[in-house]
């Protein structure tokens, strides 16, 4: 059974290999972000147009 330093010693080590940041270069945050939110207005916008008997 594994205690809790060589447990803590092994995150550490994972959290370090981890460093790059894991984001594909042709991915903007801007872009991303800005498309998720026209789809999520969008979908508001469907949402009112069926629920008219308000």
Do not use: K, Y
């Given at each position: 059974?594994?205690n809790?330093?060589?447990?803590?010693?092994q995150?550490?080590?994972?959290?370090?290999e981890g460093?790059g940041?894991?984001?594909?270069n042709?991915?903007?945050?801007?872009?991303?972000g800005?498309?998720?939110?026209l789809?999520l207005?969008?979908?508001l916008?469907?949402?009112?147009?069926?629920?008219?008997?308000?």
């Amino acid at each position: 059974m594994m205690n809790l330093h060589s447990t803590a010693a092994q995150l550490v080590t994972l959290a370090a290999e981890g460093e790059g940041g894991g984001n594909h270069n042709s991915l903007n945050p801007l872009v991303t972000g800005g498309s998720a939110f026209l789809i999520l207005l969008l979908l508001l916008w469907i949402t009112t147009r069926f629920n008219r008997d308000r």
